[in-house]
């Protein structure tokens, strides 16, 4: 269970975070940016032919089934689960305390864990131009069929490590080191402004 | 210049860091050959054509590579995981770009 | 009514009016306009001096091709010089100036440069102003006086100084099939492929898409073609998998068929919208490219013939055609091929007089005979053009009787009056991008024109870019290739039908009319057909050459209209085939590209700030930040009227008196889990941790293979199989990079997770003799006493309600814990250190003070561990287990690297008492007018209040044998030289019992 009573934990984007509308919205907003605050953030790590028992792990704790496949995964909304490295899995939850509910089950036979709740923040693009302000910063192919629902992919914005896993339709979570994200989400705000973005 | 990275995809180079001459062999560790040693760490081939070389997908899966890229043409030739075990379950190991 | 605007025609809005201004006159044109065409329509013939000889120059093409007409555009304080007029979209408030002329276009005193043509040929610079110097007027001393005056004289536009506050974006897309050019081929391409349900991206560098169909007066599907083209564009936007972009230039095509793209989104705008870039820049990843490029009509090489009033006979066509505008009332053509026919016609249909059209060729067939006098014009079949007449405006020409075969004139010139005359000398296919691709161009005999290789990336051609020159050819092409790059079946299915004039494709191979007077083949670098000779006669035969000496086909035009004569000419002069001298290979950019639009996406110093969970308590407590890497970290925290050395001075000498606390959040922080990861530890590290004990830290060393030390860090047992190993600041991506590499690549068969956790925790080091004090007031959950924890100890516990985990250890040589919370509860960790403090005199000190307190104790950091220095240079073999090998062991003994006469960490004092620098030299002998002899150099210095002297490391020959001595430091760029002491580099508490307590 997670530690009672922990105070709320300071976002990394505070100055930066302007709840509105902005840019060019004057004919609605074609984005919608958040910061998702889970509570747990997790990197799961099976040695070479364990993958398929941490996956097992994975769906008893979370009930989140893994789909086969390099990049595989699945988002019910509360969790959130997908393969960014061979072998490697982010598992994210709302709420705080995930890694005390896989601490027994991770064997050293399986492999690892690694809590990176405060190490990580999650941002949120969604909306009819989600792809298009996405494909400003990442050389990666963001249309549905190349990036199914749920799937992860690990790639970067110059020195920016992003780990984006698409949530819906078009709608994207987005993984930054904490202390590049305001400098990120500076970023993404400014490259919004063109379609017109709302802060949630 | 795209590399294939075996569980990534196609992606463009500036996601890779190129790791060095695949074709070096490390000696023991305990080893006290110090030409093996030498050889290691400082002999590079350097051919006009096909070449052994280690790619790092540094801004991606962070996963080290063996790549087959030819010298003259840069044409990649082919891809795989350098830490083996690990095969991509969608058969994108040894992926050709 | 402007003079030259037709009545009717063209594909402008009559309706909408558009004012502008052009070297500050003001002008009007229409919705639809390009600069060129609407000064065109107001009657201005000069629109450019050109670059070597300032000769007055007017329009030549009407498209991207444009050498002469290049123009400034002004918006507010910032310029962009170099823009060809024909690619001036014109709006309300447009600003354009003319470019290389002074004071004026028509007036221009550079003009004079005319009468010294001898003495401006091919390789001018070179002969005057390269080599030794003989005489006054010669060689490079001489360029460095000249320069100025030639800068200004020679050149292009001139850029602004003011910064660009425009936005530029930049856009990866990714695409089954990129169409490049939106003619006929490339529209029925791009239809055809996105019929079979391919993600199409098409793209064309003019804002209205159709290509030729926009201005060729042709019929398809019994409609103008420009409405087809208009329609087809209207289909393709409704598709869903189809992507328009109309102003993008496809400028690079680059391995793995990755283009580049430049498209205009606000150029032709008054105003931006919010966020909307100036210009995008796409990198385009794409399946198969359909290259539908088109043509370059080509000029002909006679005397005169850069003229205003000489332009390429399509370019006249469109202006008639597309623009409602007339270049000339009484036109004369020039041509060694069928195309300029259809031209004629169309200028006669527009209103103008055609009065003559001048051929090379003796035989033509009766079709072109028909067009000759539907043109209502006089055929001179055989004839060449060989001098035209009048000063900013052409008012006639003269012909002779002409040779094909000979390339020969004969009998008495004859002058024809004319006010424009249109020349072309045959198409050249625009197979720029696949040259970039990378194949060499193949010489077509028929064309007469170099032809696209066979594609070595996933392209496939069509239309005029393949040398099928006919509108039918391009549809038939550009639906097969559509179809093809789609994956799609071959279709037999009908094609839109299409009306045009005849005409055979073939030209005649006649490139240069000889005859007196200067004969330009590269209009843009003033380069004629002698200057070409020229080079040839002094012994430059390759095409690569001859194209840097002549600067033929260089700056914009990059080959576009002077590709061809230039090669044809040079040929001629070598006696060679065309195929046999070659071409050079075409690079990116094909045109322009703005700098802007390469760096988009980065804002600021170009670089993201990477901050520590307390940087906003730092910025709101008075901290001044600098940048270390990408990190931000506190430098000091000064008070009001304090110098910096006074701050640190401050910090440090409180942090020894009672306590100081500093954020250490930016350590490099890597977990290292897994089974064997005590294994992988010994074999990274020179010393031991798998006989470390769970709940305790150790300082660690790093070496490199080639035995050179690497990093050092402490490494903290938190577990049998989970160890959080830091890393200094700097080297936090190299260590992660190197463990991964050898888990990787060297020992696949460990069973490690390596995981950067920087982020995950935030940092304080709180030390000082007060520092175990505050810690035992404001900590829960655990003791922080001798026993509980001990030096190099790990406790866990609670500050403020959050857990964090305490270790002892210390770079302050202090009394010191590094507390670590995760990072989100940084802030709220770190009040309550500072306020838990108050009653103990705690200070906040940063980097300099830190960089002081090391100093003094004699630590080494990045300055010493330079990839030069082993770690016996440091002092640091203690650390070497002799028990096991470990990365670098087998290396790190060789002979160089145990010489006695290497550089050794030492301490520095300086006898005068006044500052000494980083980088400075330690010398035995002081000689300020010539310095020698260098011991070795000061890393790393500062004033020490715990010695009250002026302190430095060392790195310095002989290293420990000479503690004790004396010595200079001698630092001449600084102008530093005084006496100073080498010491032990361990200044201030050497034996460690302040942090032992």
Known sequence: ?200 | MLITCPYCGPRDVIEFTYQGDGNRERPQPASQDLDAWNAYVYDRLNPAGDHNEIWQHSGGCRAHLRVVRNTITHEILSTAFARGGHKSADNRAEGRS | MSPRRTETGGRIDRLRTIRFTFDGAAYTGHAGDTLASALLASGVTLFGRSFKYHRPRGLLSAGVEEPNALVTVLRGEVREPNIPATMVEIYDGLVAVSQNRTPSLAWDIGAINQLGGKILSAGFYYKTFMGPVIGPLKGTRFWMFCEHFIRRAAGLGKAGTAPDPARYGRMNAFCDVLVVGSGPAGLMAAKAAADQGARVILADLEANLGGSANWSGETIDGMPAADWAQRMAAQLAGNDNVRLLPRTTVWGYYDGNTLAALERVTDHKEVAATGEPRQRYWAIRAGTVVLATGSFERPLVFPGNDRPGVMLAHAAERYANEYGVLPGQRIALFTNNDSAYRSAVALKKAGAAVVAIIDVRGDISNEMRRLTSDAGAELLAGHAVVATEGGKALTGLKVQRFDAMSGSLSGDERSIHADNLLMSGGWSPTIHLASQAGAKAEWDPARQAFLPPKPTQRWIGAGAFTGSFSTAEAIAEGRAAGLQAAGGAVSSGPLPVVEAAPGDPNPAPVFEIKAKGKSFVDFQHDVTAEDVRLAHREGFVSVEHLKRYTTLGMATDQGKNSNVPGLAIMAEALGKPIPEVGTTRFRPPYTAVSIGSLAAERFGDLKPERLTPMHDWHIANGARMYSAGLWYRPMIYGLPGETVEQAYVREARATRESAGIVDVSTLGKIAVQGPDAAEFLDRVYTNMFSTLAVGKARYGLMLREDGLAFDDGTTWRLGEQDFLMTTTTANAGKVMQHLEYFLDVIWPELKVTVTSVTDEWAGAAIGGPKARAILASCVTGTAVDNATLPFMGIVHGRIAGVPVMICRLSFSGEMAFEVYSGAGYGTRVWEALIEAGKPFGLVTYGLEALGTMRIEKGHVTGAEIDGRTTARDLHLDWMLSKKKPFIGSAMMDREGLIASDRLQLVGVVALDNRPLNGGGHIVEELDEANPHDSLGHITACCYSPALGKYIALALVKGGKARHGTRAFVSDPLRNRFGPVEIVSNHFYDPDGSRMHG
């Open chain 1, 1 to 200: 269970m997670a530690e009672p009573h922990l105070p709320e934990r300071q976002s990394p984007l505070e100055p930066e975070y302007h709840p509105g509308s902005h840019g060019n919205f004057e004919h609605g907003v074609d984005v919608i940016l958040s910061e998702t605050r889970p509570g747990s953030i997790l990197q799961l790590a099976a040695w070479p032919g364990e993958e398929k028992r941490l996956i097992e792990v994975i769906r008893k704790v979370t009930g989140l089934a893994l789909p086969d496949g390099a990049g595989g995964g699945v988002n019910s909304g509360a969790r959130a689960v997908f393969g960014f490295a061979p072998g490697k899995f982010t598992v994210v939850d709302e709420a705080e305390g995930l890694a005390q509910a896989f601490a027994g089950s991770i064997t050293p036979a399986i492999g690892t864990l690694t809590d990176l709740s405060h190490g990580r923040t999650a941002i949120r693009i969604a909306g009819p131009k989600a792809e298009w302000v996405m494909a400003k910063f990442f050389a990666i192919d963001f249309a549905l069929p190349a990036f199914p629902l749920g799937a992860g992919r690990s790639t970067n914005h110059h020195d920016i490590f992003a780990q984006i896993q698409r949530s819906g339709a078009d709608q994207f979570d987005i993984y930054v080191f904490r202390s590049f994200a305001r400098s990120f989400w500076k970023a993404l705000c400014h490259a919004s402004e063109e379609v017109g973005y709302e802060v949630q």
